[in-house]
């Protein structure tokens, strides 16, 4: 059973950078596609990002286009978010997913909150 677990969350300051890591253990990370999601406060989970199994290709949602990067380590079994020029709106709870085509899995999320 495949189970993940988000760190790297905290208050930082607009314009700070974040780096989210998801960490895999009970299976390889190699055959999934991962994807950040976040959600805040009275609103609905949205993708951030998603990267590919092999890691080579990425996508990003438009409001983060930029300034996050995606990335996976396959010997550490670890996934990362880099999350650079931090805005007060990526205030949110950030989950790991990963997804085969017939389950997928989710984080507990971290907490990320972006104020001065």
């Known amino acids: 059973q495949l189970q993940l677990v988000e760190s790297g969350g905290g208050l930082m300051q607009p314009g700070g950078s974040l780096r989210l890591s998801c960490a895999a253990s009970?299976?390889?990370?190699?055959?999934?596609?991962i994807g950040w999601f976040r959600q805040a406060p009275g609103k609905e989970r949205e993708g951030v990002a998603c990267?590919?199994?092999?890691?080579?290709?990425?996508d990003y949602a438009h409001s983060v286009m930029g300034r996050f990067t995606i990335s996976r380590d396959s010997a550490k079994n670890t996934v990362y978010l880099q999350m650079n020029s931090l805005k007060p709106e990526d205030t949110a709870v950030y989950y790991c997913?990963?997804?085969?085509?017939?389950?997928?899995?989710w984080g507990q999320g971290t907490q990320v909150t972006v104020s001065s």
């Open positions: 009970g299976s390889t990370l190699a055959n999934y596609v």
């Open positions: 997913n990963a997804k085969l085509p017939v389950r997928e899995y």
């Open positions: 990267i590919s199994e092999s890691g080579g290709v990425t």
